[in-house]
């Protein structure tokens, strides 16, 4: 057998002579600059996740709300201040009486004069304080669940619009595969040319797959990186994860427990309950009285000087905290309903995404176990019978037509799954699906 060198075109022989003599040149430099530039990674959800944590706006802006109320926390523990009071009295500027000057017999004294709050308020100020930081804490976790959910939802619809494009392009390559073959029919006089046509006809359907399958990789990359903040252009950004379902669900109890366990908002709505108790307790003790205990030091001739002490009551003939305190009592009542209403929320979450989880599961496991490999039978005899001339056009693009969806079905059931799975451990508050 005698080997033939293949054919190239003047400009490809010049083009790898260039790049043959670049690559001895940088061999000679170093063997470190022969490595082309490395793609960029695909992005996993472990690492999809981290960089939220890091950069999203708005959580970030949901961290410094705790800041805040940590700051609110030490104006609640101050102290109040103690006052200063100057006075010189009696001071005679004007003319006349016997001779002696205008400060000659003044009377100057200084006051200092401090509150003293009782029945606690300054620390039970500080415990509702701190009961309102920890509020604030759980309804971060809360924003931060909602927005993970956000976050799980486009990475799912990203990695199933990516699995959707896959199945376009190879239905499209086998599409394209059968009209060569029909070509080749039409020229050995086995099939029409209306035939022909029909089939190039069809086409334009599964063009149709592969141009809406890119533009929705595309706006799920966009809706990606608009959570992550993160300017990487679309064209190098990816991810990567498993596109696939598990059949195995733990019972509804488990879930209803866990979700009970670790839900933040409904930790915020118990932890509401306990600060307006709190508030309670220092609306009564502001009902209380705080005696103002004064000290002074002046001078009084011909007494050179003297000292005194006094104390301060106001006189409570009127109450006016009542309307404060029938309010935070109200407003434990108030709480209470609200921390009710959360619990309620939370069973019906987690109900409602354990049903659609599973009616996903239904549709899934036949598909897996059997309509998958149907259509791809169903698809290959019928091709195989149509160009052996014992099937019609009709029942190829049939079988056909019948393939792709079943495939299509297929991807979008699983990426259904999986944004159930992402609404369960959402409604359960942690991930309990992976």
């Known amino acids: 057998m005698v080997s ?18 670049g690559t ?3 061999s000679d430099a170093g063997a470190g600059s022969q490595q082309p530039a490395a793609q960029p990674q695909p992005w996993t959800w472990e690492r999809v996740k981290d960089r939220f944590e890091l950069g999203n706006p708005t959580l970030l802006a ?5 800041n805040e109320l940590q700051a609110e926390e030490i104006t609640a523990h101050l102290r109040p201040n103690p006052n200063l009071a100057l006075l010189a009295d009696q001071i005679d500027p004007f003319p006349g009486g016997p001779p002696h000057g205008p400060f000659a017999y003044w009377l100057p004294s200084a006051t200092v004069s401090y509150l003293h ?9 500080t415990e509702s304080a701190k009961k309102a930081t920890a509020i604030g804490v759980s309804q971060q976790d809360d924003l931060e669940r909602g927005l993970l959910f956000s976050l799980r939802s486009a990475f799912v619809q990203t990695l199933q619009a990516k699995a959707v494009l896959q199945v376009s392009k190879e239905n499209l390559d086998y599409y394209d595969h059968v009209l060569k073959i029909s070509r080749d029919r039409l020229d050995a006089g086995d099939i029409a040319q ?4 029909r089939l190039e006809l069809q086409r334009v359907q599964y063009e149709s797959d592969v141009q809406t399958a890119e533009v929705n990789l595309r706006t799920s990359k966009i809706e990606l990186l608009m959570l992550l903040n993160v300017r990487t252009p679309v064209e190098h950004f990816d991810v990567v994860g498993v596109f696939d379902f598990n059949d195995q669900v733990d019972a509804l109890d488990s879930f209803r427990q866990a979700a009970l366990d670790s839900r933040p908002d409904l930790r915020a709505a118990l932890q509401a309950v306990d600060k307006a108790q709190t508030d309670y307790k220092l609306a009564e003790a502001n009902g209380s009285t705080d005696p103002t205990i004064s ?5 009084n001739p011909p007494i050179d000087a003297y000292i005194g002490v006094g104390v301060n009551f106001p006189l409570r003939i009127f109450d006016r905290n009542q309307g404060e305190k029938l309010r935070t009592k109200i407003d434990i009542t108030r709480n209470e309903r609200l921390r009710d209403a959360s619990q309620a929320q939370v069973f019906s979450d987690v109900d409602s ?8 599961l239904i549709l899934l496991r036949p598909y897996k176990a059997k309509y998958l490999q149907q259509a791809v039978h169903v698809r290959d005899t019928i091709f195989f019978s149509y160009r052996q001339g014992g099937a019609s056009l009709l029942d190829f693009l049939n079988a056909e037509s019948d393939y792709r969806s079943v495939q299509l079905n297929y991807a979008n059931l699983v990426g259904s799954y999986l944004t159930a799975a992402a609404q369960l451990n959402q409604a359960v508050g942690r991930e309990v699906i992976p």
């Open 62 to 66: 949901g961290k410094l709300n705790i």
């Open 194 to 197: 209306i035939d022909l046509d």
């Open 295 to 299: 000290f002074d030091v002046g001078r």
């Open 4 to 21: 033939r060198t293949p054919f190239l075109p003047r400009c490809a022989v010049l083009i790898v002579l260039a790049v043959a003599s």
């Open 353 to 360: 995404a354990y049903a659609t989880l599973n009616s996903n």
């Open 24 to 26: 001895a040149q940088q």
């Open 117 to 125: 709050e009782r029945a606690h308020k300054r620390e039970l100020r």
